[in-house]
């Protein structure tokens, strides 16, 4: 475990939960920061000895992986804030761009053929590294699916950089899940709320390795 990278969590509410517990049934070390650092506090004593609670800035100093576990327009505020930090950093999104509608449901609040994916790489600090990843089921089956027998559940990631494709597999493994890249960033749209590789898109569920073999298009590089 030694040699692989240093994990952040930044948000622990559904889906940064779900990311940590996970990584601590895999027995990956990680660090938790939440705005309100009480939060991350209880989550690490919860959790056990794997987790460490630290506060944001800490965190992302410390980190080589940062996973934004907090809204679409938050990450744009944190990228601006800890700009400097995040230099040289693995930034991992698994933001969807969505907010209520007047319907019980949710609308995209960017364009409907934006992707956050692609708005928030645009924005990376000098030197840091992005992946579209952890975002393509909703929190409550990422937490459910992690580990699932006797074949794991797909997360689809998307990243331009190859040279971060290994640590970022290593991260989704630990997570739980079997790790399927999709292309570069401009794939992000297909992961994301509404997309047809999300859960709450056309894909409509969680899937298998074997059953992405169904999913017309699923693997594009």
Same mark, same amino acid.
């Given at each position: 475990?030694?040699?692989?990278?240093?994990?952040?969590?930044?948000?622990?509410?559904?889906?940064?939960?779900?990311?940590?517990?996970?990584?601590?049934?895999?027995?990956?070390?990680?660090?938790?920061?939440?705005?309100?650092?009480?939060?991350?506090?209880?989550?690490?004593?919860?959790?056990?000895?794997?987790?460490?609670?630290?506060?944001?800035?800490?965190?992302?100093?410390?980190?080589?992986?940062?996973?934004?576990?907090?809204?679409?327009?938050?990450?744009?505020?944190?990228?601006?804030?800890?700009?400097?930090?995040l230099q040289g950093k693995i930034i991992v999104d698994p933001s969807?761009?969505?907010?209520?509608?007047?319907?019980?449901?949710?609308?995209?609040?960017?364009?409907?053929? @934006?992707?956050?994916?692609?708005?928030?790489?645009?924005?990376?600090?000098?030197?840091?590294?992005?992946?579209?990843?952890?975002?393509?089921?909703?929190?409550?089956?990422?937490?459910?699916?992690?580990?699932?027998?006797?074949?794991?559940?797909?997360?689809?990631?998307?990243?331009?950089?190859?040279?971060?494709?290994?640590?970022?597999?290593?991260?989704?493994?630990?997570?739980?899940?079997?790790?399927?890249?999709?292309?570069?960033?401009?794939?992000?749209?297909?992961?994301?709320?509404?997309?047809?590789?999300? @859960?709450?898109?056309?894909?409509?569920?969680?899937?298998?390795?074997?059953?992405?073999?169904?999913?017309?298009?699923?693997?594009?590089?």
């Amino acid at each position: 475990m030694s040699n692989k990278s240093k994990v952040a969590v930044i948000g622990v509410g559904n889906i940064g939960t779900a990311v940590a517990t996970n990584l601590v049934k895999g027995g990956r070390p990680v660090i938790v920061a939440n705005k309100e650092i009480q939060k991350a506090n209880e989550l690490a004593e919860k959790l056990g000895d794997l987790v460490t609670p630290m506060e944001v800035a800490d965190a992302i100093k410390a980190a080589d992986i940062i996973v934004f576990a907090v809204w679409f327009n938050t990450i744009q505020e944190l990228l601006d804030t800890y700009a400097t930090e995040l230099q040289g950093k693995i930034i991992v999104d698994p933001s969807n761009p969505i907010a209520p509608d007047d319907n019980g449901g949710f609308k995209k609040i960017i364009g409907d053929k @934006e992707s956050a994916g692609e708005i928030l790489s645009s924005l990376l600090p000098e030197g840091a590294k992005f992946v579209k990843a952890l975002g393509s089921l909703g929190a409550g089956s990422l937490a459910s699916a992690a580990f699932q027998q006797p074949e794991k559940a797909v997360l689809f990631y998307a990243a331009d950089d190859k040279s971060i494709e290994g640590a970022i597999e290593d991260l989704i493994l630990d997570s739980g899940f079997e790790p399927i890249q999709i292309g570069g960033i401009n794939q992000s749209i297909r992961m994301e709320v509404f997309g047809d590789l999300h @859960e709450f898109g056309a894909l409509g569920k969680t899937i298998t390795l074997a059953e992405t073999k169904q999913v017309e298009d699923a693997v594009t590089v």
